[in-house]
């Protein structure tokens, strides 16, 4: 197998993908704007050849690079990043060069917020209203009609980037003084904790591989207040979550692909669905997946791509929690301390990139333990402030 794979070297945790490509037998085709010489050497080793670009961006410099590869190997069988930022320039890639995947044409519903909410009704998933904003009157007229607070956000984006809550009409009416020059969608504010329905699909679409996580609040929030967030794996998924996600797999007919999806359990108990992301959750969460399994999903996913296997059986014995920490903050506790009291639960910790900071924090923690109540004692140790 040929595999194209697109910008290996970011997320920096994402090079073991390639690695477990190579190990299995694939011809593994690296893409990407990062010189040569600055990839780390498990990646170089990974690649049977790389090819760089000075901007990405450039499509032109992307279809020179897929021609090279297929002059040099033959067919391109497959191409992913794994992220979502690229999802699109996959698509392209994939519908030019008659690559297995998704293409141009099945993005609409995955891209595009406004489009999710007839795939999540397919499912039988209850969402919040929503409509796209056509101009300042009827956006207001709907804002009255649902009621304060109101969520605005790009219809298409990645995270939770421009993406607003307004209490009143006076915010609402500023946002849109001027019109936007993008797209944007309005959508009630749903009250609830944000869970999460993760995991893995084989060739004929089968889900291989499940993981639930329970967000401490949500990423707009993070972002808009600069403050910290924490999540975890559940290690028991909540029957109706799993059955929504199963369905919104169906729906989608997702294969070969991992996936996210992004609930509120409202304080009622319901479920909402929110949003689709057709890759793995971000930041360090594919090591979560491990952590709370003691298996290796990277290796798992290019099992999969090659082999249509996934060899493991996981029980989820651990929750698995991500404490992020921000570094304009006065914390009472340093790392050393820190490290000092739990180490025994804490799997692995690290400096977090700055494209992910806002989110994310600046240095990241998995902890990992079979009681929640473990890991949420270590998250008020690590965050508490002086």
């Known amino acids: 197998m040929n595999f194209v794979f697109l910008s290996p070297h970011f997320p920096p945790n994402y090079y073991q993908f390639c690695v477990h490509l190579r190990n299995l037998g694939a011809t593994v085709l690296g893409l990407g704007d990062e010189p040569y010489d600055n990839l780390r050497p498990e990646l170089r080793g990974a690649l049977n050849e790389y090819y760089w670009v000075p ?4 499509y032109d410099d992307l279809l020179r690079a897929m021609g090279y590869f297929t002059h040099r190997y033959g067919k391109v069988d497959g191409l992913d990043s794994l992220s979502e930022y690229w999802l699109e320039t996959e698509a392209r890639l994939r519908t030019d060069f008659n690559v297995e995947g998704l293409k141009v044409d099945d993005l609409p519903p995955i891209k595009h917020k406004s489009l999710m909410k007839a795939k999540y009704k397919a499912a039988g998933v209850n969402t919040a ?24 956000k790009p219809d298409v984006g990645v995270g939770a980037a421009k993406t607003y809550k307004f209490e009143n ?18 959508e009630k504010y749903v009250t609830g904790q944000i869970q999460t329905f993760d995991g893995l699909t084989d060739h004929n679409g089968d889900v291989v591989f499940l ?12 972002v808009n207040e600069d403050s910290e967030i924490y999540y975890y794996t559940q290690r028991v998924i909540p029957p109706d979550l799993e059955k929504a996600g199963r369905r919104i797999v169906k729906v989608y007919g997702l294969k070969k692909r991992f996936f996210h999806f992004e609930f509120f359990r409202t304080p009622e108990g319901k479920l909402v669905g929110l949003e689709v992301n057709m890759r793995p959750p971000g930041g360090l969460t594919t090591d979560m997946f491990n952590y709370a399994n003691d298996i290796d999903v990277y290796y798992e996913w290019a099992n999969i ?17 991500y404490i992020g920490r921000k570094g304009n903050r006065p914390y009472k506790y340093t790392h ?9 639960k804490i799997v692995h910790f690290e400096e977090i990139s700055g494209i992910f900071s806002a989110a ?3 240095y ?9 109540s473990d890991l949420l004692e270590i998250v008020d140790y690590v965050l508490q402030k002086d």
């Open 364 to 372: 990241g923690y998995l902890t990992r333990s079979p009681q929640l």
């Open 305 to 321: 791509i090659l082999h249509n296997k996934f060899s493991s059986s996981y029980s989820r014995p651990y929750h698995c929690c």
């Open 211 to 222: 993981n639930s996580l329970v967000f401490s609040q949500g990423v707009m929030e993070t």
């Open 55 to 58: 901007n990405m961006h450039n």
């Open 129 to 152: 209203p929503g409509v796209l904003i056509q101009s300042p009157e009827q956006a207001c007229q709907f804002a009255e009609e649902v009621g304060y607070p109101i969520i605005v």
């Open 360 to 362: 994310l924090g600046n």
């Open 336 to 344: 050393h301390q820190i490290m000092a009291k739990y180490s025994s």
């Open 169 to 186: 009409a006076d915010e609402l009416d500023a946002f849109l003084d001027p019109m936007p020059p993008i797209q944007y969608f309005l």
